[in-house]
Structures are given as structure tokens and as C-alpha cells.
């Protein structure tokens, strides 16, 4: 199982995490899980393979971290989207407006989920689905509140979940044809929303109206900090430390530098 705690992680370890997720994203998708090394995802985010052990005991912990990605995103952005937001109707709109979004803004990520999740242990698997479960439940309970309020059709409220959560993933499997025929707010609206909207009762059609003319269902802001934005800002990186990597090479012929080192080094106590 996980070997770190997220919540005991310090500001630097959880910067070095996240970049070598955002390289093990790039490299396992380029290249599949069993042919990329640590060496390539260590290339990838600019660092050593002795660094990457450090942070992570094998390559299997690497790809269980990349495939929770998404997960800890919207475990993340979902209750961020509905702090401060009450209505049922809005809350649930936001919520699944965020899932969505996390998922388009991370189709790496998702693509992964799908290609490499055999590719685990079966701890590591089951634990995915706990996780991904837990981010379900954030979205039926606003189906629930919408049902309680007398909004929303009673239903399988499961089962629309899961409807609404691949409908979104969709977005990331056949983006290569769906760009060409939808926007994303498009997607959004007709492919997803659709989906719980057809349940609205009169009262909820009545307030669902209210709430539009309102700009209460305005689309989301789009995440800066997708999959892919984290993956571009690692090749930069990359690509701007490959001169200093040599020189220091050179002069140092001693062995790999360890993060406490570069910050004792730079003054950082």
C-alpha cells in the first residue's frame, strides 16, 4: 500500500511529488507502464533516478500516485465549487460542472486510468475504487438533496451517477473526434447535464429557470492546474536545467545531490 501520508507531506515534498506524478503521467502514456523506466520519468521531470527514491519506493507506487490524479482533484475542486453555494439545484450543477472540467482539463490522466489500471497490484486497485467511490458519493449526495427538495425525479441516484461520471470521462476517450464537433461547454451542457436535467420535476423545472436567469449556472472557471499544464511547465523546466545538469556534473563528480542538500546550499535551513 501507499507508503506517505499526504497530509503529513511538507510544502517541498509535495512540489517533488507532483512533479514526478506529472512526468510519470507523460512517460506511461507515451510509452505504457511496463516499458517506461524510472530513468525516463526521472529525464522527464529534470531530476536524478536516485532522487525519485526518495520520494517513492518503486515504479508501481509512481503509477498508483499518476492514476489517483484525477481522484484527489476533485476530491479537491468538487467541495470548492459548492463552498458558499446552497440551493440544491445549484449545488448539484456545480458539481458535476467540476467533475467534468477536472476531467477535460487532465485527459492524460484519464486515459491512463483507463489503459494502465490492470497494470496495479490488486491492493493498489482496490484502493482506487474506494477512492473513486468516496468522489462519487460527493455527487449523489447533491442528487439526494435535489430528490429531498422535491426538484428532482426520484431515481437510482447510483446508477445516474455513474451515467454523468462516464458521460464526462467520454470527453477525454473521444476527444479526438468530439473536438471537431463540440465545444466543451457544449459537451458540458447536452452530453452531461442533460443527463439529471431530464429528471427535473416542475418545481424543479420552474427553479432551474430561476437559477439560469439568475447567472446562477454559469459554466465554471476552467482549473490552472491540469494534468497537462503540470506536464508542460515540467518540459520547461527540463529543458532549462539541461546546461546547469551538465555543469554540475562535471564539477561535482560525486553523486546525486538530495533535496536537502540543493536547500542547504541555497541558504534554506
Known amino acids: 500500500m501507499p507508503t506517505h501520508s499526504k497530509t503529513d507531506e511538507s510544502p517541498l515534498v509535495a ?15 507515451r510509452l505504457d507502464y511496463h516499458t517506461a523506466t524510472v530513468k525516463d520519468i526521472a529525464d ?17 507506487e509512481l503509477l498508483f500516485l499518476a492514476l489517483q490524479h484525477i481522484i484527489q482533484r476533485n476530491d479537491a475542486e468538487i467541495p470548492m465549487a459548492l463552498r458558499g453555494v446552497v440551493d ?44 473513486e467511490l468516496g468522489t ?3 455527487l449523489a449526495a447533491c ?24 458521460a464526462a470521462q467520454g470527453w477525454a476517450l473521444k476527444y479526438w ?3 471537431h464537433i463540440v465545444t466543451q461547454d457544449e459537451y458540458l451542457d447536452k452530453a452531461i447535464h442533460a443527463l439529471w436535467r431530464s429528471l ?34 515540467t518540459e520547461v523546466k527540463k529543458k532549462a536545467a539541461k546546461p546547469d545538469r551538465r555543469r554540475a556534473a562535471g564539477a561535482a563528480q560525486g553523486g546525486v545531490r538530495t533535496d536537502n542538500q540543493l536547500s542547504d546550499s541555497s541558504g534554506t535551513k
Open 44 to 60: 522527464e521531470a529534470g531530476v536524478s533516478p536516485g532522487l525519485i527514491y526518495q520520494y517513492v519506493p518503486d515504479k508501481q
Open 200 to 233: 427535473l420535476l416542475p418545481r424543479g423545472i420552474s427553479r432551474y429557470e430561476e437559477l439560469r436567469r439568475a447567472g446562477e449556472l454559469e459554466p465554471l472557471v476552467t482549473p490552472c492546474d491540469s494534468a497537462e499544464a503540470s506536464v508542460k511547465k
Open 143 to 166: 442528487v439526494e438533496d435535489c430528490i429531498r427538495a422535491g426538484y428532482l425525479a426520484d431515481t437510482h441516484v447510483e446508477l445516474l451517477v455513474y451515467r454523468m461520471v462516464i
Open 177 to 179: 473526434r468530439l473536438k
Open 15 to 29: 512540489r517533488r511529488r507532483a512533479q514526478l506524478v506529472a512526468a510519470a503521467i507523460t512517460q506511461f502514456s
Open 136 to 138: 462519487n458519493e460527493l
Open 88 to 131: 440544491p439545484i445549484a449545488r448539484l450543477h456545480r458539481a458535476i460542472d467540476a467533475y467534468a472540467r477536472v476531467v477535460a482539463t487532465s485527459r492524460q490522466a484519464a486515459l491512463l486510468t483507463y489503459r494502465e489500471m490492470k497494470s496495479l497490484k490488486r491492493e493498489y486497485i482496490e484502493r482506487i475504487k474506494d477512492l
